[in-house]
């Protein structure tokens, strides 16, 4: 048997070496390894496969998310909404800017920022939403969307964990996750679902004027070289990991494919056990499975873990920190308690490996493994 990772980049690159290893070489030839014409051909793939106007390519996820806040104007003092479970790059950025995260529950199935608790949250100072479409699942944008409109919100969505999942409108029609609010967010690091070998990020959007805005602030906000029209920032996804975004991108729907079919048989596997809570599909987005992510209840899931690790198979817990009672957030505006449904998670959830490459053998054993300890 194959050795169980987490994730498993190498065998994903093996199937597709000669074709990864001739794009990385032309560029090296080319030389061009910034903005080379590789960065713009991936760009207008991506921008046809999310049916989105525009993609604005930059230098990770975290840049991603800070760039829209600036192009949107928020001010120092602005709010933002934002889920308190969630990994720290969402808060972090709305910290840095000088914005007032305002943290909110999420729903204890889908793991997603709830619309009720948003609808709570709001005050004169609002300016934002950052619903994070958490493990691969959009959050509930219908209702989001509703929300902003009817209080003239902007919504930015971090979109790091679910490129390729697809939204269902009331209208019938299907949207990709991270082009229904005003700008999407998305990270190219390696593990996640469109991942290159080294950092990366996209933001996309539909209107033009912030697309502009957009494409200046990555680059020290000019758009004539040397004319800078607005203080930016320097954050560029290079031509070698363009090139290979490319190849991945025409994979990544059978590459979602094969994150469900491992999904599927671990549900196959856990179904019926109270002691287990497997991922709850939510019916208005399709899921790419980022993470799968368990639910536990009744007993003890580091000694899980231990087990498993002990037999050679790794777990991870994300996130075992609501961001509300993380060191750097402390803020006495919360306490613990006050996210009854995040905190429960925190203590609780458990991911298993989630990855292109699992195969039967290994799914059967991580399953029987987990099942030998949760009786
Ligand atoms: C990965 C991730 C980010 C940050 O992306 P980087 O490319 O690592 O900067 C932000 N938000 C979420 C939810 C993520 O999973």
């Known amino acids: 048997m194959r050795k ?3 994730v498993d980049l190498k065998s994903q690159y093996d199937k597709i070496r000669k074709e990864i290893n001739s794009a990385l070489q032309n560029v090296i030839e080319s030389s061009a390894f910034i903005n080379g014409p590789e960065v713009k051909n991936f760009q207008n793939d991506l921008e046809k496969y999310l049916g989105v106007k525009n993609v604005i390519p930059c230098a ?5 998310l800070q760039v829209s806040m600036m192009a949107l104007g928020l001010k120092p003092g602005d709010e933002v909404i934002a889920p308190s ?6 808060a972090e950025v709305i910290a840095l800017l000088g914005l007032k995260p305002v943290l909110v529950d999420v729903d204890p199935d889908t793991f997603n920022i ?5 609808k709570k949250a709001i005050t ?4 934002a939403i950052v619903p994070v479409h958490l493990f691969g699942q959009t959050a509930d944008m219908d209702a989001i969307m509703e929300i902003a409109n009817k209080n003239k919100l902007f919504v930015i969505e971090d979109n790091c964990q679910a490129i390729g999942a697809d939204f269902t409108m009331k209208d019938g029609s299907t949207k990709k996750s991270g082009t229904l ?5 998305t990270s190219f690091f390696p593990s996640k679902n469109l991942g290159c070998y080294g950092d990366g990020g996209a933001i996309f959007t539909n209107d033009d004027a912030l697309a502009q805005k957009l494409r200046m602030l990555v680059n020290h906000g000019m758009q004539t070289r040397y004319y800078h029209d607005m203080i930016g920032v320097n954050s ?6 363009a090139a290979i975004l490319k190849i991945k991108l025409q994979k990544l729907d059978e590459y979602a494919a094969a994150r469900n079919a491992a999904a599927a048989y671990y549900d196959n596997a856990f179904k019926g056990n109270p002691k287990l809570k497997t991922p709850v599909r ?6 790419v499975f980022h993470q799968y992510t368990l639910v536990t209840n009744g007993f003890d899931r580091s000694k899980l873990i231990e087990h498993l690790n002990e037999k050679g198979i790794p777990a991870m817990i994300y996130y075992p920190v609501p961001m509300h009672m993380q060191k750097a957030y402390l803020d006495p505006r919360y306490k613990q308690g006050d996210f009854p449904a995040t905190e429960a998670l925190a203590k609780s959830v458990i991911s298993l490996p989630m990855h292109t490459e699992l195969d039967e053998e290994q799914l059967k054993y991580i399953t029987e493994s987990v099942l030998e300890f949760v009786k």
Do not use: E, W, Y
């Open 181 to 185: 609010g005003n700008v999407g967010c």
């Open 85 to 90: 479970f969630t990994f720290v790059a969402t």
């Open 282 to 287: 939510f019916k208005k987005s399709t899921h």
């Open 124 to 127: 004169p100072k609002t300016r």
């Open 114 to 118: 709830d619309p009720t608790a948003i």
């Open 236 to 241: 560029r996804l290079d031509s070698i990991q």
């Open 4 to 6: 169980i990772q987490m």
């Open 60 to 64: 990770n996820g975290t840049d991603a």
